[in-house]
């Protein structure tokens, strides 16, 4: 078996297309078997994989400006993938592939200890407070190549791995066949739901250490710089941090650019290079 | 005794050791957690042969291509056909969450009749047989009493092969009264109508625009196509084109737009008519346009002059005359300029005399039927069926009034007028009704003042809803012949929203019918016969989907293969031909403008209310015929919806000073009506407003949907537009008092 | 802790008063013992029967195929596994066949066999898929890739599956009653060890094979288990001995978790 | 009824009046039992706990207990590795306080976790590098360790010592104590550590995040620091609360004093330490991350820089000063305010480690999340309150856990058949235990 | 816990602390197997019957 060069797959979200219709929301809850409960209101005990966050400006009438922000699972790479939650996992339940670049979580080895949702600072990991129940006869919509998550389990952002896994085993099947010359996929056989539900646009998902892929050209990631982007419009959620996350957002708006992190008052702009 | 103890106490450890040695302990701790995580009750979906199947998606008008996830007979995943001409991939929230309507709870598994008292909620289940046969009884009593028109019917359509076999089952029985919601885009073929004379769409060529500008229509909030909307403004954003959002409140559009203008409510054609003022006085229109085919253009001319400078526009708009005059430049200076007008998601029609406005701005730049402009797309035809045979019944019928007034002087040009229907019935004028049908919507809840509604349901002695789930129609109904979810169904969807292209989707069944329901196509056909000739023999199809083919005769190989028709090669008429007037020119003073400005119409005195109430639109709550989905409810945000209480924006200096903070209980009263909410503190709101969400305050559906929140519709009665007739309504005079 | 005994240490504890009930007869002692000795035993061995054979036969129930598949027979008629347990276009794996793939053969009856019968008129003519019962059949959580193995490692059924496709009649299939597993996936014998490569299907084995496999990637041959051990061993002893052949998980160092869980 | 059971020359409540005492201790375990069956029953749903407070209630609760505990290993250590013989006085009731402690916290963690059926994984298929694991398994063995030095005092219950080979058991098991205390006080430096690693490893949480030593951030140091402080304190408290609940005198001054010394100067070297820390954090750590201190404590209803004012000064400072002083801790009066202020001092800090942690908001958009315990959440939190009532009470009257008790409250002549030898004192204490008693067990 | 567990790995954070660990059991665990081992002893010596009374 040959080696693959390691993938490192990561989203770029252009903020200025995103519109917070909430599309990737759902196509993310339809495609991972997403329970939903008769009241979804408590946003605290609402599972959302990925979330969008309603930014604002905080100025009054008529200067006021929001913009949203979905937030998936970061698939924080911190320092050689010892992301906030990965190394903190007492049961290895989440892992950190050096292969994908994706933080995953195991559904049945995760014993509900939630260190792993204190340590994101991101909140993009959730808890199975209640034990998942459909309405009669709508467990048929469910997706079979996800599975289903039991009561007092954490759940988070998978980037779809198992499309990969689904991309993969078609891409065996006609290597295997002589229809194609390599097992390895091309930029968009891979990609995730939301990526290819947003009706914007907005999200574009890809293999970071490939310069072909639109993610890599468009983030331009630092790698000396532990995968800083370049762009200048483009910023990653809190980067001061160190948990080097994999989600890149561009925003033409200076304040926007600036939530993505923390800053002391009088503080300039985080310096690039 | 004591050996006794001792033993026992020894059998004990030698068989705990014995325990210990075994596999017992251990396989049983593995087991017990392997059993949790295999819990019985959490369902194991089955794997299965992946497919897909493609269909169009009915949800709302925008005709988007669907490609559903199949694992053997199930369908799992909605997801958006790529290549599709309207949507490209894409999909909308509610087109995502569609499997949840077909595998709902809420589905209408069977014929029902009702059994205990209307709205009772109390049903037997009938077979469809039954249902058919008490159906064509009644409808077969109506006609030998000789009053076909006191059979209704009223759908939220108007295009496409279903529409048209009801209003053909209409004519055959001798009926006028086939009524259609309303919509936008009602009010813009009536502006076309008006002003070029032609029966046609609306299409905008968003594609080749360069600048957008937008008076209060939610471009990203659900208007005309929403996927396709969203993509024009991507590539707009892509393109360094511009997007200017003029209207009262930070909605998503405006947050995305280039630039935000808020505006006083109600007086966008004000603002219209001054960036016409602006462009014509520094003469930055399109010339040869204007002089070779603007007809009436001086008598425009001396009024835009007159009576909206910027000084005057700014008066009435609240917007800063610099930012008119800006504005009208920008705008005309642009390559392809494109006017929107119809507020929020275009669920609703509007003011004609802001239809005017931005239509003959859109003129003034030379947009029309222009690349980046707006085209003429012309209706679809009817479908080649030979006229129904009318008896003499059916004649006489025909000849009534409709109830609604529509087609009749003053509203000579509207084809169905909805909101006037139901006050019609309700206030008893005119004839009485004997019988409704309720096809594909849901006005008790959907209508502005709904109980109006209700009110007039309790006028007609036998309504029908057609409706695939239980909404609050059908819960008013007294049979209900469910129809098809569009998953099981085949249909048409010919011209979607706003689209600039002459285009047919078509639906295709996905997976088996779920439960006993039927298309209602075939029901129509199946009742036209049990009421017989002549009515039956109208509708010598076998079936609908025989009847579907052959109207589509030239279009179906396409249909089939592709999933939809498109005219590819289609191009408005050129100016010289696209004008059908009496004068054969452009008229930018149609028949109804308001000359002058006059204040429009909204309820309530301002004394006793001294805010505005005003209903927005938002993706995530689908406030269409189709409730929300659990999926959908599930992303509406907590500012939006906490447990079962509605939160309505208000502006935080207007809060203060009635005394509100951040989710505040508040009773919010017009003279509609009134309900109970709770205050959302927002800065992106123009201070005296109050805005609230469409969609929710369902009480059908279910525990996911049913009792959340408050029916905006409920409080803003329709106002009815002098020229349309159709409701114009944008908001109502209203008061927030601390509960 | 009490401090009692603190201070009892310090003498001698032979040296017992005389103030207490006299000691017992010896034989009288000897006695007792031999039956505290004896009910341990008895409670020992009872024990370790319900244990080691008892409570596997309560553990699992035993349910036949609702058909009697002869494999043997259909492996002499259509030459090998993969005409039935085919992959699809996409790439996965068809598994047990469905009905529609034995209409081809079956919409008849066509030898004499009653199982054939019964297969044709209750379930071809009913149009109703057999309830096969799947001795291999992994947890929802397993995402196992029959192409990864198959197509690109090249294993053959047996390695997994083991002589099924040889045999005559379907075996029972034996259920664990509380987690409803396969009794094939965790192995039929109870203490867990196991012959052959198919007697076991559980994440261990699966690592077994994986570690051989990553083993003869670098080496010449595969290593036996405690020849591995000694290699690990002297790999945290001498760091750099032997070339980094991690995999991508951080965790384990082996594949990343989501390889084969979903 | 239960005489037999009682230790020899002292005097206990009438069993009626024991029954009767801990009758409304019993409602309270028996309220708590059922919450944590419904926990258990219909899962985590029960508490208020939210994807924001992943961590709450329980994980305090565990993390204040086992700093309290601390007064086991840390005067274990004093004793048996140090040799500070006088604190064998106290020593049973350190080890009893601190099995309550342990035991408490390993349920709490079985209610706590969303699996309990798969709570073995954290052992079976640890990852070593996390916190948790550490204390998972450090707290296993240390709660061993417990058992195993709490055991001779069961086994030392008048009746189960007439055994021969129990009473042997218990003396083998005296005799090598030191070997067991050692490696107690090994396993509570690491578990002690890793629960402050705990919340010190949180690059992503800046209100939780230290730098450190090696692999250990500087919480981990200084929460074993606070325990070997605040535990005894905890100690000294209940036993104060002993000793006024049952009207006597259980140990003598001298001793209580002595551990109260040492103590005051854990907790005046380890309240220097986190100022230390407090200020490095305040001032370098935080800031690189884009914070300011005071944005760890504004903008929201309850986290408030009261919070660490309480902990460091008014739980650290001011008993560390009470302690280290010999007026201070002769009196009373100020004893046990300092034992008082030192047990909420490191409770709060306990608090704000798990609390507060969850509550500040990471991203600039998020915003502070609040919580309060659902009463789920509190009985479970008192079942071990109720637990530990009742298991001191018992042990109490059932087992010598006082050595200094009968010299402390000779008993008269009238109460039964002990009496009179109680005055020699502690050195020739066994003697007393010679007397021979009715024996009704032979009957 | 085990080198034979899936997760184990043959590097120094499992070396340092696994090896800590089973150090600390195998202590407690040879302690206490000797402290019963001796009370067995003892116990058929004769020692500790009904007290070591004087």
Same mark, same amino acid.
């Given at each position: 078996?040959?080696?693959?060069?390691?993938?490192?797959?990561?989203?770029?979200?252009?903020?200025?297309?995103?519109?917070? =219709?909430?599309?990737?929301?759902?196509?993310?809850?339809?495609?991972?078997?997403?329970?939903?409960?008769?009241?979804?209101?408590?946003?605290?005990?609402?599972?959302?994989?990925?979330?969008?966050?309603?930014?604002?400006?905080?100025?009054?009438?008529?200067?006021?400006?929001? =913009?949203?922000?979905?937030?998936?699972?970061?698939?924080?790479?911190?320092?050689?993938?010892?992301?906030?939650?990965?190394?903190? =996992?007492?049961?290895?339940?989440?892992?950190?592939?050096?292969?994908?670049?994706?933080?995953?979580?195991?559904?049945?080895?995760?014993?509900?200890?939630?260190?792993?949702?204190?340590?994101?600072?991101?909140?993009?990991?959730?808890?199975?407070?209640?034990?998942?129940?459909?309405?009669?006869?709508?467990?048929?919509?469910?997706?079979?190549?996800?599975?289903?998550?039991?009561?007092?389990?954490?759940?988070?952002?998978?980037?779809?791995?198992?499309?990969?896994?689904?991309?993969?085993?078609?891409?065996?099947?006609?290597?295997?066949?002589?229809?194609?010359?390599?097992?390895?996929?091309?930029?968009?056989?891979?990609?995730?739901?939301?990526?290819?539900? =947003?009706?914007?646009?907005?999200?574009?998902?890809?293999?970071?250490?490939?310069?072909?892929?639109?993610?890599?050209?468009?983030?331009?990631?630092?790698?000396?710089?532990?995968?800083?982007?370049?762009?200048?419009?483009?910023?990653?959620?809190?980067?001061?941090?160190?948990?080097?996350?994999?989600?890149?957002?561009?925003?033409?708006?200076?304040?926007?650019?600036?939530?993505?992190?923390?800053?002391?008052?009088?503080?300039?702009?985080?310096?690039?290079? | 005794?004591?050996?006794?103890?001792?033993?026992?106490?020894?059998?004990?450890?030698?068989?705990?050791?014995?325990?210990?040695?075994?596999?017992?302990?251990?396989?049983?701790?593995?087991?017990?957690?392997?059993?949790?995580?295999?819990?019985?009750?959490?369902?194991?979906?089955?794997?299965?042969?992946?497919?897909?199947?493609?269909?169009?998606?009915?949800?709302?008008?925008?005709?988007?291509?669907?490609?559903?996830?199949?694992?053997?007979?199930?369908?799992?995943?909605?997801?958006?056909?790529?290549?599709?001409?309207?949507?490209?991939?894409?999909?909308?929230?509610?087109?995502?969450?569609?499997?949840?309507?077909?595998?709902?709870?809420?589905?209408?598994?069977?014929?029902?009749?009702?059994?205990?008292?209307?709205?009772?909620?109390?049903?037997?289940?009938?077979?469809?047989?039954?249902? %058919?046969?008490?159906?064509?009884?009644?409808?077969?009593?109506?006609?030998?009493?000789?009053?076909?028109?006191?059979?209704?019917?009223?759908?939220?359509?108007?295009?496409?092969?279903?529409?048209?076999?009801?209003?053909?089952?209409?004519?055959?029985?001798?009926?006028?009264?086939?009524?259609?919601?309303?919509?936008?885009?009602?009010?813009?073929?009536?502006?076309?109508?008006?002003?070029?004379?032609?029966?046609?769409?609306?299409?905008?060529?968003?594609?080749?625009?360069?600048?957008?500008?937008?008076?209060?229509?939610?471009?990203?909030?659900?208007?005309?196509?929403?996927?396709?909307?969203?993509?024009?403004?991507?590539?707009?954003?892509?393109?360094?084109?511009?997007?200017?959002?003029?209207?009262?409140?930070?909605?998503?559009?405006?947050?995305?737009?280039?630039?935000?203008?808020?505006?006083?409510?109600?007086?966008?054609?004000?603002?219209?008519?001054?960036?016409?003022?602006?462009?014509?006085?520094?003469?930055?229109?399109?010339?040869?346009?204007?002089?070779?085919?603007?007809?009436?253009?001086?008598?425009?001319?001396?009024?835009?002059?007159?009576?909206?400078?910027?000084?005057?526009?700014?008066?009435?708009?609240?917007?800063?005359?610099?930012?008119?005059?800006? %504005?009208?430049?920008?705008?005309?200076?642009?390559?392809?300029?494109?006017?929107?007008?119809?507020?929020?998601?275009?669920?609703?029609?509007?003011?004609?005399?802001?239809?005017?406005?931005?239509?003959?701005?859109?003129?003034?730049?030379?947009?029309?039927?222009?690349?980046?402009?707006?085209?003429?797309?012309?209706?679809?035809?009817?479908?080649?069926?030979?006229?129904?045979?009318?008896?003499?019944?059916?004649?006489?019928?025909?000849?009534?009034?409709?109830?609604?007034?529509?087609?009749?002087?003053?509203?000579?040009?509207?084809?169905?007028?909805?909101?006037?229907?139901?006050?019609?019935?309700?206030?008893?004028?005119?004839?009485?009704?004997?019988?409704?049908?309720?096809?594909?919507?849901?006005?008790? &809840?959907?209508?502005?003042?709904?109980?109006?509604?209700?009110?007039?349901?309790?006028?007609?002695?036998?309504?029908?809803?057609?409706?695939?789930?239980?909404?609050?129609?059908?819960?008013?109904?007294?049979?209900?012949?469910?129809?098809?979810?569009?998953?099981?169904?085949?249909?048409?969807?010919?011209?979607?929203?706003?689209?600039?292209?002459?285009?047919?989707?078509?639906?295709?069944?996905?997976?088996?019918?779920?439960?006993?329901?039927?298309?209602?196509?075939?029901?129509?056909?199946?009742?036209?016969?049990?009421?017989?000739?002549?009515?039956?023999?109208? &509708?010598?199809?076998?079936?609908?989907?025989?009847?579907?083919?052959?109207?589509?005769?030239?279009?179906?190989?396409?249909?089939?293969?592709?999933?939809?028709?498109?005219?590819?090669?289609?191009?408005?008429?050129?100016?010289?031909?696209?004008?059908?007037?009496?004068?054969?020119?452009?008229?930018?003073?149609?028949?109804?403008?308001?000359?002058?400005?006059?204040?429009?119409?909204?309820?309530?005195?301002?004394?006793? &209310?001294?805010?505005?109430?005003?209903?927005?639109?938002?993706?995530?709550?689908?406030?269409?015929?189709?409730?929300?989905?659990?999926?959908?409810?599930?992303?509406?945000?907590?500012?939006?919806?906490?447990?079962?209480?509605?939160?309505?924006?208000?502006?935080?200096?207007?809060?203060?000073?009635?005394?509100?903070?951040?989710?505040?209980?508040?009773?919010?009263?017009?003279?509609?009506?009134?309900?109970?909410?709770?205050?959302?503190?927002?800065?992106?709101?123009?201070?005296?407003?109050?805005?609230?969400?469409?969609?929710?305050?369902?009480?059908?559906?279910?525990?996911?949907?049913?009792?959340?929140?408050?029916?905006?519709?409920?409080?803003?009665?329709?106002?009815?537009?002098?020229?349309?007739?159709?409701?114009?309504?944008?908001?109502?005079?209203?008061?927030?008092?601390?509960? | 802790?009490?401090?009692?005994?603190?201070?009892?240490?310090?003498?001698?504890?032979?040296?017992?008063?005389? $103030?207490?009930?006299?000691?017992?007869?010896?034989?009288? $002692?000897?006695?007792?013992?031999?039956?505290?000795?004896?009910?341990?035993?008895?409670?020992?061995?009872?024990?370790?029967?319900?244990?080691?054979?008892?409570?596997?036969?309560?553990?699992?129930?035993? $349910?036949?195929?609702?058909?009697?598949?002869?494999?043997?027979?259909?492996?002499?008629?259509?030459?090998?596994?993969?005409?039935?347990?085919?992959?699809?276009?996409?790439?996965?794996?068809?598994?047990?066949?469905?009905?529609?793939?034995?209409?081809?053969?079956?919409?008849?009856?066509?030898?004499?066999?009653?199982?054939?019968?019964?297969?044709?008129?209750?379930?071809?003519?009913?149009?109703?898929?057999?309830?096969?019962?799947?001795?291999?059949?992994?947890? +929802?959580?397993?995402?196992?890739?029959?192409?990864?193995?198959?197509?690109?490692?090249?294993? +053959?059924?047996?390695?997994?599956?083991?002589?099924?496709?040889?045999?005559?009649?379907?075996?029972?299939?034996?259920?664990?009653?509380?987690?409803?597993?396969?009794?094939?996936?965790?192995?039929?014998?109870?203490?867990?060890?196991?012959?052959?490569?198919?007697?076991?299907?559980?994440?261990? !084995?699966?690592?077994?094979?994986?570690?051989?496999?990553?083993?003869?990637?670098?080496?010449?041959?595969?290593?036996?288990?405690?020849?591995?051990?000694? !290699?690990?061993?002297?790999?945290?002893?001498?760091?750099?001995?032997?070339?980094?052949?991690?995999?991508?998980?951080?965790?384990?160092?082996?594949?990343?978790?989501?390889?084969?869980?979903? | 009824?239960?005489? /037999?059971?009682?230790?020899? @020359?002292?005097?206990?409540?009438?069993?009626?009046?024991?029954?009767?005492? *801990?009758?409304?201790?019993?409602?309270?375990?028996?309220?708590?039992?059922?919450?944590?069956?419904?926990?258990?029953?219909?899962?985590?749903?029960?508490?208020?706990?939210?994807?924001?407070?992943?961590?709450? *209630?329980?994980?305090?609760?565990?993390? /204040?207990?086992?700093?309290?505990?601390?007064?086991?290993?840390?005067?274990?250590?004093?004793?048996?590795?140090?040799?500070?013989?006088?604190?064998?006085?106290?020593?049973?009731?350190?080890?009893?306080?601190?099995?309550?402690?342990?035991?408490?916290?390993?349920?709490?963690?079985?209610?706590?976790? @969303?699996?309990?059926?798969?709570?073995?994984?954290?052992?079976?298929?640890?990852?070593?590098?996390?916190? *948790?694991?550490?204390?998972?398994?450090?707290?296993?063995?240390?709660?061993?360790?417990?058992?195993?030095?709490?055991?001779?005092?069961?086994?030392?219950?008048?009746?189960?010592?007439?055994?021969?080979?129990?009473?042997?058991?218990?003396?083998?098991?005296?005799?090598?104590?030191?070997?067991?205390?050692?490696?107690?006080?090994?396993?509570?430096?690491?578990?002690?550590?890793?629960?402050?690693?705990?919340?010190?490893?949180?690059? @992503?949480?800046?209100?939780?995040?230290?730098?450190?030593?090696?692999?250990?951030?500087?919480?981990?140091?200084?929460?074993?620091?606070?325990?070997?402080?605040?535990?005894?304190?905890?100690?000294?408290?209940?036993?104060?609360?002993?000793?006024?609940?049952?009207?006597?005198?259980?140990?003598?001054?001298?001793?209580?004093?002595?551990?109260?010394?040492?103590?005051?100067?854990?907790?005046?070297?380890?309240?220097?330490?986190?100022?230390?820390?407090?200020?490095?954090?305040?001032?370098?750590?935080?800031?690189?991350?884009?914070?300011?201190?005071?944005?760890?404590?504004?903008?929201?209803?309850?986290?408030?820089?009261?919070?660490?004012?309480?902990?460091?000064?008014?739980?650290?400072?001011?008993?560390?000063?009470?302690?280290?002083? /010999?007026?201070?801790?002769?009196?009373?009066?100020?004893?046990? *305010?300092?034992?008082?202020?030192?047990?909420?001092?490191?409770?709060?800090?306990?608090?704000?480690?798990?609390?507060?942690?969850?509550?500040?908001?990471?991203?600039?958009?998020?915003?502070?999340?609040?919580?309060?315990?659902?009463?789920?959440?509190?009985?479970?939190?008192?079942?071990?309150?109720?637990? @530990?009532?009742?298991?001191?009470?018992?042990?109490?009257?059932?087992?010598?856990?006082?050595?200094?008790?009968?010299?402390?409250?000779?008993?008269?002549?009238?109460?039964?058949?002990?009496?009179?030898?109680?005055?020699?004192?502690?050195?020739?204490?066994?003697?007393?235990?010679?007397?021979?008693?009715?024996?009704?067990?032979?009957? | 816990?085990?080198?034979?567990?899936?997760?184990?790995?043959?590097?120094?954070?499992?070396?340092?602390?696994?090896?800590?660990?089973?150090?600390?059991?195998?202590?407690?665990?040879?302690?206490?197997?000797?402290?019963?081992?001796?009370?067995?002893?003892?116990?058929?010596?004769?020692?500790?019957?009904?007290?070591?009374?004087?």
């Amino acid at each position: 078996m040959k080696q693959e060069r390691p993938k490192k797959f990561g989203m770029v979200i252009d903020l200025d297309k995103c519109t917070g =219709c909430g599309a990737c929301l759902v196509a993310c809850m339809s495609e991972n078997n997403v329970p939903f409960k008769p009241d979804e209101s408590d946003k605290l005990t609402s599972i959302t994989w990925m979330r969008v966050y309603q930014l604002n400006n905080g100025k009054p009438y008529p200067e006021t400006d929001i =913009c949203y922000l979905p937030r998936p699972c970061q698939h924080c790479e911190g320092d050689h993938g010892h992301s906030p939650c990965v190394s903190v =996992c007492p049961a290895t339940a989440t892992d950190y592939g050096m292969e994908t670049g994706i933080v995953s979580q195991i559904y049945t080895r995760c014993f509900g200890c939630r260190y792993c949702m204190a340590a994101c600072p991101y909140h993009a990991r959730y808890f199975n407070w209640w034990d998942p129940v459909w309405p009669d006869g709508m467990e048929k919509y469910l997706n079979p190549s996800v599975s289903v998550r039991m009561r007092g389990v954490v759940e988070k952002c998978s980037f779809c791995y198992h499309r990969y896994q689904t991309a993969k085993d078609k891409a065996i099947y006609q290597f295997a066949e002589g229809e194609r010359d390599s097992t390895d996929l091309e930029e968009d056989e891979y990609q995730t739901a939301c990526t290819q539900a =947003c009706p914007a646009g907005a999200i574009i998902f890809g293999d970071l250490n490939n310069p072909s892929h639109r993610v890599h050209q468009i983030a331009q990631p630092d790698e000396k710089h532990a995968g800083r982007p370049k762009n200048p419009k483009a910023f990653r959620l809190l980067e001061r941090l160190g948990t080097n996350p994999k989600v890149y957002y561009l925003s033409s708006r200076d304040w926007v650019r600036r939530a993505g992190d923390n800053y002391l008052e009088g503080e300039g702009k985080l310096k690039r290079h | 005794m004591k050996v006794g103890r001792r033993s026992f106490l020894s059998f004990i450890i030698g068989g705990a050791a014995g325990t210990a040695l075994s596999p017992l302990p251990w396989k049983l701790t593995d087991d017990l957690s392997i059993w949790t995580q295999m819990w019985p009750w959490t369902p194991v979906p089955k794997d299965g042969a992946v497919s897909y199947a493609g269909s169009t998606c009915t949800l709302c008008p925008a005709g988007c291509g669907i490609n559903v996830r199949m694992v053997d007979r199930r369908a799992v995943k909605i997801e958006g056909m790529e290549g599709h001409p309207i949507n490209d991939g894409g999909i909308c929230i509610l087109g995502l969450s569609g499997l949840q309507l077909l595998y709902g709870p809420t589905r209408v598994k069977s014929p029902m009749k009702r059994a205990g008292n209307r709205g009772s909620g109390r049903w037997v289940s009938i077979s469809w047989e039954e249902a %058919l046969e008490e159906v064509a009884g009644k409808l077969t009593e109506i006609r030998a009493q000789g009053r076909p028109e006191a059979l209704a019917v009223f759908s939220g359509k108007r295009r496409g092969t279903v529409p048209a076999l009801l209003s053909r089952f209409m004519t055959a029985f001798g009926s006028p009264n086939f009524v259609t919601a309303a919509s936008t885009q009602d009010s813009y073929e009536l502006a076309l109508h008006r002003m070029q004379g032609v029966q046609a769409a609306a299409g905008l060529d968003l594609a080749n625009t360069d600048f957008l500008l937008s008076f209060g229509s939610g471009i990203l909030d659900g208007w005309g196509s929403p996927v396709r909307m969203f993509k024009a403004h991507s590539a707009l954003k892509d393109g360094g084109g511009k997007l200017v959002q003029i209207e009262p409140r930070l909605s998503n559009t405006a947050a995305k737009a280039d630039q935000w203008i808020s505006i006083q409510p109600g007086t966008e054609a004000a603002l219209a008519f001054g960036l016409a003022h602006v462009i014509i006085l520094e003469k930055r229109y399109r010339t040869q346009f204007v002089s070779e085919y603007g007809g009436e253009f001086e008598e425009f001319r001396q009024m835009v002059m007159a009576d909206y400078t910027p000084d005057k526009v700014a008066k009435i708009t609240g917007i800063d005359p610099k930012t008119i005059v800006t %504005l009208a430049r920008e705008f005309s200076r642009s390559s392809a300029p494109l006017a929107v007008c119809g507020k929020g998601g275009g669920d609703t029609p509007g003011s004609m005399n802001e239809f005017f406005a931005v239509h003959a701005l859109n003129a003034l730049v030379g947009g029309i039927n222009r690349p980046g402009g707006i085209w003429a797309v012309p209706e679809p035809g009817d479908f080649g069926w030979p006229d129904p045979e009318m008896d003499e019944t059916a004649a006489r019928g025909m000849q009534q009034d409709r109830l609604d007034g529509a087609g009749a002087p003053p509203y000579v040009a509207t084809a169905a007028l909805p909101n006037r229907f139901f006050e019609a019935v309700a206030g008893g004028k005119g004839y009485p009704l004997d019988a409704l049908f309720v096809v594909e919507s849901n006005p008790c &809840f959907t209508e502005p003042d709904p109980e109006t509604v209700k009110a007039a349901f309790s006028k007609i002695p036998f309504v029908v809803s057609f409706s695939s789930f239980m909404d609050e129609t059908a819960q008013n109904a007294d049979l209900i012949l469910p129809n098809h979810v569009y998953l099981e169904r085949y249909e048409d969807v010919p011209n979607p929203a706003g689209f600039n292209r002459p285009f047919v989707g078509l639906v295709q069944p996905v997976v088996d019918p779920q439960f006993n329901t039927r298309n209602v196509g075939d029901a129509v056909i199946a009742l036209a016969q049990g009421v017989g000739d002549p009515v039956a023999s109208a &509708f010598g199809w076998d079936g609908y989907e025989a009847c579907l083919e052959e109207a589509y005769p030239d279009q179906w190989d396409s249909l089939t293969s592709e999933g939809y028709w498109m005219a590819e090669d289609f191009d408005p008429a050129p100016w010289p031909e696209a004008f059908e007037t009496a004068s054969g020119k452009f008229e930018f003073v149609p028949e109804g403008l308001q000359r002058g400005y006059v204040p429009a119409e909204i309820a309530g005195e301002k004394g006793g &209310f001294p805010l505005v109430l005003t209903p927005y639109d938002t993706m995530r709550i689908s406030s269409g015929y189709v409730g929300n989905p659990p999926f959908m409810t599930k992303t509406v945000p907590a500012e939006v919806l906490k447990g079962k209480e509605l939160l309505v924006e208000l502006n935080p200096q207007t809060a203060d000073q009635l005394g509100f903070s951040e989710g505040g209980r508040a009773v919010l009263t017009t003279p509609t009506g009134a309900a109970n909410v709770r205050v959302h503190l927002y800065d992106g709101i123009m201070p005296g407003l109050v805005a609230m969400a469409r969609g929710l305050g369902h009480t059908a559906y279910d525990k996911y949907l049913a009792d959340k929140g408050t029916n905006v519709n409920r409080l803003i009665g329709p106002t009815a537009d002098p020229v349309s007739g159709l409701n114009a309504a944008w908001g109502i005079r209203a008061k927030l008092t601390r509960a | 802790m009490s401090t009692v005994d603190e201070h009892e240490k310090d003498m001698p504890s032979e040296d017992s008063g005389g $103030k207490g009930p006299p000691p017992p007869d010896p034989e009288q $002692k000897n006695k007792a013992t031999a039956y505290v000795i004896f009910f341990f035993f008895v409670g020992l061995i009872a024990s370790l029967i319900v244990g080691w054979i008892i409570f596997p036969q309560l553990l699992y129930s035993q $349910k036949e195929q609702p058909i009697d598949f002869n494999h043997a027979l259909h492996n002499e008629l259509v030459g090998d596994c993969a005409s039935c347990h085919y992959f699809r276009e996409d790439g996965t794996f068809s598994g047990v066949p469905d009905l529609w793939s034995c209409i081809d053969c079956h919409m008849d009856v066509q030898g004499e066999d009653p199982e054939e019968e019964k297969f044709v008129t209750e379930y071809v003519w009913e149009d109703r898929e057999v309830p096969w019962l799947i001795y291999s059949k992994q947890p +929802d959580c397993v995402f196992f890739s029959h192409a990864a193995h198959v197509l690109s490692g090249g294993m +053959d059924c047996v390695t997994c599956h083991g002589h099924i496709g040889e045999s005559e009649h379907s075996k029972v299939y034996q259920e664990n009653r509380i987690t409803g597993y396969s009794r094939d996936i965790w192995g039929r014998n109870i203490s867990g060890f196991k012959r052959n490569s198919w007697d076991r299907m559980k994440m261990d !084995d699966c690592a077994d094979c994986h570690e051989e496999a990553r083993d003869s990637a670098t080496k010449d041959e595969p290593r036996a288990p405690v020849g591995r051990v000694i !290699d690990n061993i002297i790999r945290v002893a001498f760091p750099g001995t032997y070339a980094d052949n991690r995999g991508g998980s951080v965790q384990t160092q082996r594949g990343a978790c989501f390889k084969c869980h979903k | 009824m239960d005489t /037999a059971l009682i230790p020899e @020359g002292v005097k206990r409540d009438p069993l009626w009046k024991f029954v009767l005492k *801990l009758g409304p201790v019993v409602a309270v375990l028996i309220w708590g039992v059922v919450a944590m069956l419904l926990c258990w029953i219909k899962g985590l749903n029960q508490t208020n706990m939210n994807d924001y407070y992943g961590f709450a *209630l329980w994980i305090w609760a565990d993390l /204040a207990v086992i700093a309290l505990g601390g007064g086991a290993f840390f005067t274990g250590l004093l004793k048996y590795i140090i040799g500070k013989e006088e604190l064998k006085n106290i020593i049973n009731f350190a080890v009893l306080v601190g099995f309550i402690c342990y035991s408490s916290a390993l349920l709490i963690l079985a209610i706590d976790i @969303g699996q309990p059926l798969r709570g073995w994984f954290i052992f079976w298929h640890a990852n070593v590098h996390s916190m *948790l694991t550490e204390v998972a398994f450090c707290l296993s063995c240390y709660f061993g360790v417990l058992t195993i030095e709490y055991l001779p005092l069961i086994l030392e219950n008048r009746q189960l010592d007439r055994v021969p080979f129990i009473h042997n058991l218990s003396h083998n098991m005296h005799e090598i104590m030191a070997v067991f205390a050692a490696t107690g006080a090994f396993l509570s430096f690491f578990h002690q550590g890793s629960l402050g690693g705990v919340a010190g490893v949180l690059f @992503g949480r800046p209100f939780a995040f230290r730098e450190g030593l090696f692999i250990w951030p500087w919480t981990f140091f200084l929460f074993t620091w606070s325990a070997a402080a605040c535990g005894p304190c905890f100690t000294i408290m209940l036993l104060k609360i002993t000793e006024k609940i049952t009207g006597k005198k259980l140990v003598k001054d001298d001793v209580v004093r002595l551990l109260a010394k040492i103590a005051g100067w854990m907790l005046f070297t380890y309240i220097i330490a986190k100022i230390i820390d407090t200020w490095y954090w305040a001032a370098v750590t935080a800031p690189s991350k884009g914070f300011g201190l005071m944005e760890f404590y504004s903008n929201n209803g309850f986290y408030g820089i009261w919070i660490l004012i309480l902990e460091v000064v008014v739980g650290g400072v001011i008993p560390a000063l009470i302690l280290i002083t /010999a007026k201070g801790r002769s009196n009373p009066k100020t004893l046990t *305010l300092a034992v008082v202020l030192a047990v909420i001092g490191v409770s709060v800090n306990r608090w704000a480690m798990v609390l507060q942690v969850m509550a500040v908001p990471v991203m600039s958009f998020d915003q502070w999340a609040l919580y309060y315990p659902s009463w789920q959440e509190v009985a479970t939190t008192l079942l071990p309150v109720a637990y @530990g009532i009742i298991l001191i009470a018992l042990s109490h009257r059932y087992l010598p856990v006082w050595p200094q008790e009968r010299e402390l409250n000779p008993v008269e002549a009238t109460a039964g058949p002990v009496s009179a030898e109680a005055a020699p004192g502690a050195e020739s204490e066994e003697e007393t235990s010679a007397e021979p008693e009715p024996a009704p067990a032979q009957a | 816990m085990f080198p034979f567990n899936f997760e184990w790995i043959w590097d120094m954070s499992h070396v340092v602390f696994m090896g800590g660990l089973w150090f600390a059991l195998t202590i407690l665990g040879l302690g206490m197997t000797y402290c019963v081992i001796k009370a067995v002893i003892d116990t058929a010596k004769g020692k500790g019957a009904h007290h070591e009374e004087h």
